[in-house]
């Protein structure tokens, strides 16, 4: 079976049924014929933007992601933040955020990508990023929002 044919199937099965854990997805994928390993598997869940949320009952589930792109660069974003922003300020409509040296570039990148309004471009040096906003008002909201990024633990 082809890669965009098992795709097709795990989202089926992931949208119609309560999927708690891979090793469940797998038991599903073979009843119908499929016949997968578990690295395959894994390797197509991430592909899909598939993940595990915790609902509403406190059991986990897989879910797709509706922006796999949007929540991939915010996943890295936050790594990015939590793991190397050292300060934050901002002066006027510019957003001048502090990292550990060498990893300016990588918090630069995840900036321009996750595609928030409020950022015209960014800038890296070697421990320094300067987010260009259009106000003084957007450069605060980018503040706080990184700020709600790195609260949510």
Do not use: C
Request: hydrophobic share 40%.
């Amino acid at each position: 079976m082809n890669k965009k044919n098992r795709h097709y199937h795990i989202i089926k099965l992931i949208e119609s049924s309560n999927i708690q854990s891979q090793q469940e997805l797998l038991k599903k994928l073979t009843k119908q014929g499929m016949r997968i390993s578990q690295s395959t598997l894994s390797k197509d869940l991430k592909e899909l933007g598939v993940v595990k949320v915790r609902g509403s009952t406190g059991n986990f589930r897989f879910v797709q992601t509706t922006d796999r792109e949007t929540f991939h660069v915010s996943v890295m974003l936050k790594k990015e933040l939590t793991g190397f922003l050292r300060d934050s300020t901002s002066v006027n409509n510019l957003v001048i955020l502090k990292t550990v040296p060498g990893n300016a570039s990588g918090l630069s990148k995840f900036l321009d990508e996750i595609g928030w309004p409020e950022v015209v471009g960014t800038l890296a040096s070697v421990d320094t990023v300067l987010a260009i906003t259009r106000s003084n008002a957007d450069a605060e909201a980018v503040l706080k929002k990184l700020q709600d990024i790195i609260a949510v633990r």
